[in-house]
């Protein structure tokens, strides 16, 4: 691990949620079911910016896995069906929590949404599923 990312866990004192394994095979998994065409939104360690929903490389989300505070899965899929028609929404929810529960991957219930967590804070007591 980076020695400036080991910096900032260790002043913000955070603890790992999730190892470079199960990160793996959370990316790969995703990454083989591209059709699925969910969106996610996450936060790196590294800043106070929150990386808005869209599709991503899963590729390079693994890549980015050990600065990720946490990840955010919509399961509501939008496609856009034109100007006149209503876009088509398909929930993926029982694709997603399949795919967690398969590897053992931990979540919480955020709003409508599923969270990863990479580090928890001091003081951030997550109800796990």
Known sequence: MHKNL??????????????????????????ERHS??????YKLITSEQVL????????ELFAESSA????DFDPLVKEHQGR???????DVSAEILAILNKHGI??????????????LNPGIDPKFV
């Open 36 to 41: 699925l065409n969910i969106s996610v939104r």
């Open 68 to 71: 990720i505070e946490w990840l």
């Open 106 to 119: 931990k979540y919480t219930a955020q709003e409508s949404y599923f969270r990863v967590w990479g580090y």
């Open 52 to 59: 808005g929903f869209s599709p991503v490389w899963w590729d």
């Open 84 to 90: 006149l028609i209503a876009d088509k929404v398909t």
């Open 6 to 31: 080991l910096d900032i866990i260790n002043r913000r004192q955070l603890v790992s949620a999730i190892n470079k394994t199960k990160w793996r095979e959370l990316c790969q998994e995703f990454g």
